[in-house]
């Protein structure tokens, strides 16, 4: 089956520092990757997709390449703001696999990212 | 707005009472998903419809959760005699149907079984 495994968290980290927040993933199928946020308090939000090997998903400064030969979409930014403290989910959509219909989203355990001024 | 609706965005029962959940998609969309996130199980995929059908219902925890969708549009996730294990917050999300399109969630109902 189609599973997603990312690092838990807390991450902690000090204002303008460097994210990467790891994400690998199995899969049956031709999958598509996505990462989506959740800020205090409100629901889920996608922050980037990839589609298909190779592909970089960017969105407010977050990119996240979509690497087959190591089953990886780990999110990167330069520089973080105290504003991205949040939970970060990767997640996993096998469409081809489904037969072509809409298929649930396979969520990793999400990351809690915690930003210090 | 233009957004996933859910309704309640809060909701306390008793142990043993029916609940009713209900979302409203966006507009257009064909596709629409139940979730449940829950701290010891991170984010469930429970169900999805595409138009009214339900062609998978294989994550629906037990036989006392059932969904149904009609006109295409309003979806309703029911569970039945609820039990304290069922406290969690359910999403809802919709997409195009097609493939690759980002699915686009609610806030959310906590629900809290006392």
């Known amino acids: 089956g189609n599973s997603v495994t990312q690092m838990e968290g807390p991450v902690t980290l000090s204002e303008e520092a460097f994210l990467t927040i790891n994400c690998t993933y199995t899969?049956?199928?031709?999958?598509?990757l996505f990462w989506y946020v959740q800020y205090p308090g409100e629901g889920l939000q996608l922050l980037l997709k990839?589609?298909?090997?190779?592909d970089k998903g960017s969105n407010k400064g977050f990119e996240a390449t979509y690497r087959k030969e190591t089953t990886s979409f780990h999110l990167e930014k330069g520089s973080v703001q105290v504003s991205d403290s949040a939970v970060y989910f990767c997640a996993l959509s096998d469409y081809m696999y489904s037969g072509g219909g809409a298929d649930g989203l396979t969520f990793g355990k999400g990351t809690h990212l915690i930003i210090q001024p | 707005g233009a957004g996933v609706s859910q309704s309640p965005s809060n909701k306390v029962t008793e142990k043993g009472k029916d609940v009713e959940l209900r979302c409203d998609p966006i507009?257009?969309?064909?596709?629409l998903y139940w979730y449940r996130q829950s701290l010891g199980q991170g984010l469930e995929f429970l169900i999805y419809?595409?138009?009214?059908?339900?062609?998978?219902k294989s994550g629906l925890p037990s036989d006392r959760f059932s969904a149904e969708r009609t006109g295409g549009s309003v979806s309703t996730l029911t569970i039945q005699r609820t039990q304290q294990e069922d406290s969690a917050v359910y999403l809802c999300a919709s997409s195009s149907g097609q493939a690759n399109q980002p699915q686009h969630f609610g806030d959310g109902t906590r629900l809290s079984i006392l």
């Open positions: 990839a589609t298909k090997a190779d």
């Open positions: 507009s257009g969309h064909t596709a």
């Open positions: 419809f595409q138009g009214n059908s339900a062609p998978d």
């Open positions: 899969a049956t199928g031709y999958p598509s």
